[in-house]
């Protein structure tokens, strides 16, 4: 086993963190790539640079491994290319561009659904909805904290892998680390279950093994529940500001005699990153209601899916929130919502719920 080794790893978006090497330098640039990869939860295909100080500290390709060094620096290099994928039928093209991951179909299921989906289709990107999330990722994501803590944490994760001191964060330390971790949870959900709960503690602990709890059996159990506390805290200050997705599941949005918290509550599937949004900004429930009642007038009339389109991307928080809240049944909803059912919205409505990610717009 050789000497341990800890690395400065400089991310392609402009972050870094710390890289701990418990058993010393890998065997290969390969190996070393995985465990890159491993620790700062990379996805994609990437490159290691390192730190010349022969040639003024400039970055230069990882060539052989005896170029890292303990305390070294290595920055990755995304080599991922820009990816197109195409679905085409009779009636549309739709163009999915990511510049860092493909969106393919089997990411999001059958094609089909996005099939229907015309050029002339103008809908909001999640970027213009507050409530839209991502699906939870495979390797939490542990963020940066502020600059004392992640000091702090420095020195101690040092002292960790000298003579396996573990620390105990006082009160500021804890509060910050658990702040941020939140901040990170809620981009993906604000109802995480037990085991997504139990994955971000043990990124932690993997990221600063000085966090390691030793009278806990799987060195993460404290954090765990801090963190479920913390959340739970979170969630009512979103109450407190009305947001939707957590005020729904409000004592009086309970059915008369089942006024409890653990009642019913609703909560995003595992897909759904639409599943309750804010409304769009300038609009409130009583001009989306006004705008609902002209859309029963505009289905009636020829030529004019352009705008029906346009009036459903708009009403589409409002629709969610019936769905969400009261439950309607079928044959009412279609009453208020017939163009929903139109063979168009059929096959678009499901992408809207489950397939808008971050940053793409259909």
């Not at 963190?17 to 065997?27: D, E, F, K």
């Not at 500290?57 to 994928?85: H, P, Q, R, W, Y």
């Not at 002339?120 to 213009?128: A, G, I, L, R």
């Not at 969400?324 to 992408?351: G, I, N, Q, T």
Request: charged share 25%; proline share 4%.
């Amino acid at each position: 086993m050789g000497t341990a080794m800890i690395l400065k790893i400089i991310l392609a978006d402009g972050t870094s963190q710390r890289l701990t090497l418990s058993s010393g330098p890998p065997a290969s640039i390969d190996d070393l790539t995985d465990e890159v990869r491993k620790q700062c939860g990379l996805h994609g295909n990437f490159k290691l640079q390192f730190m010349d100080a022969l040639f003024g500290n400039e970055f230069l390709n990882l060539t052989s491994i005896s170029e890292v060094e303990n305390k070294g620096t290595l920055k990755v290099i995304d080599m991922s290319k820009t990816a197109t994928v195409q679905y085409m039928d009779e009636e549309s093209t739709v163009n999915l561009v990511s510049e860092s991951q493909a969106f393919t179909p089997s990411s999001v299921g059958d094609s089909s659904y996005l099939s229907g989906v015309s050029e002339d289709t103008d809908v909001m990107s999640s970027s213009e909805l507050v409530g839209s999330r991502s699906l939870w990722p495979a390797v939490f994501h542990v963020p940066t904290f502020s600059f004392d803590s992640e000091l702090k944490l420095q020195h101690a994760n040092l002292a960790y892998i000298q003579n396996g001191t573990t620390l105990i964060p006082d009160p500021k330390l804890k509060s910050a680390i658990l702040e941020s971790l939140v901040q990170e949870i809620v981009k993906y959900k604000v109802y995480a279950n037990d085991k997504e709960m139990h994955e971000v503690a043990q990124s932690l602990i993997k990221k600063h093994p000085c966090l390691t709890e030793k009278g806990s059996s799987t060195g993460c159990g404290g954090w765990k529940t801090s963190l479920k506390y913390k959340l739970s805290n979170y969630r009512t200050q979103l109450r407190k500001l009305g947001y939707p997705e957590v005020t729904v599941n409000s004592l009086k949005n309970k059915p008369v005699g089942r006024q409890s918290a653990a009642f019913g509550v609703k909560k995003a599937k595992r897909a759904e990153v639409n599943f309750c949004p804010p409304y769009p900004a300038a609009e409130t429930e009583d001009t989306l209601e006004t705008m609902q009642k002209s859309l029963l007038l505009d289905v009636k009339q020829r030529n004019n899916r352009k705008l029906v389109k346009h009036k459903m991307e708009k009403t589409f928080a409002l629709r969610r929130h019936e769905v969400v809240r009261d439950a309607p049944m079928v044959e009412s909803f279609m009453a208020k919502w017939p163009a929903l059912f139109d063979v168009s919205e059929v096959r678009f409505a499901p992408c809207m719920v489950v397939y808008q990610s971050k940053g793409l717009i259909f």
